[in-house]
């Protein structure tokens, strides 16, 4: 269960939000699981498949302290989320991938509390927050790149 979706508010006060701007907040509405990666010490990539909730931009997942994303955070905040649209379940090429990357946060407090409940994660579990400093949403027909400001390039440029 999400906690929120994408907030409206900034890009309100912006111009209003491209069609796939639009798909990708529809996309983090909808999902409840992405690839979630860090990265290890040695630098190799380690990516699961896991349940996590939007607050505004900020994904939040809960983690075991012992597990490997929590050791490679403790070294390296990097990580990434890859959100699949739901409805394309069997052909995941045909909708919309959204891949958040930012530096994960250790959650406290009621927020913490408030994300453990919508994850449904067990008392123990270390909440992080990904404060997303830049997205990529790829559809069937081609990809984007997206800032934070909601200005859009394309790729390669």
Do not use: K, W
Not at 139 to 154: R, Y
């Amino acid at each position: 269960m999400s906690l929120s979706m994408i907030s409206d508010a900034a890009s309100s006060a912006r111009r209003p939000p491209t069609p796939l701007v639009q798909a990708a907040r529809s996309v983090l509405a909808r999902a409840r699981r992405g690839a979630f990666a860090t990265r290890s010490a040695d630098g190799s990539p380690l990516g699961s498949l896991l349940r996590f909730a939007c607050r505004d931009l900020s994904p939040l997942v809960a983690l075991p302290p012992t597990s490997g994303h929590a050791e490679n955070l403790a070294q390296d905040l990097r990580a990434s989320l890859l959100v699949a649209d739901p409805e394309c379940a069997t052909a995941p090429d045909r909708g919309i991938r959204v891949t958040l990357v930012g530096r994960a946060c250790l959650e406290s407090g009621h927020a913490a509390e408030a994300a453990r409940s919508a994850l449904e994660a067990p008392a123990e579990h270390l909440i992080y927050r990904i404060e997303v400093e830049s997205i990529r949403v790829a559809s069937s027909d081609g990809s984007v790149e997206l800032t934070l400001d909601g200005t859009t390039t394309e790729p390669g440029r």
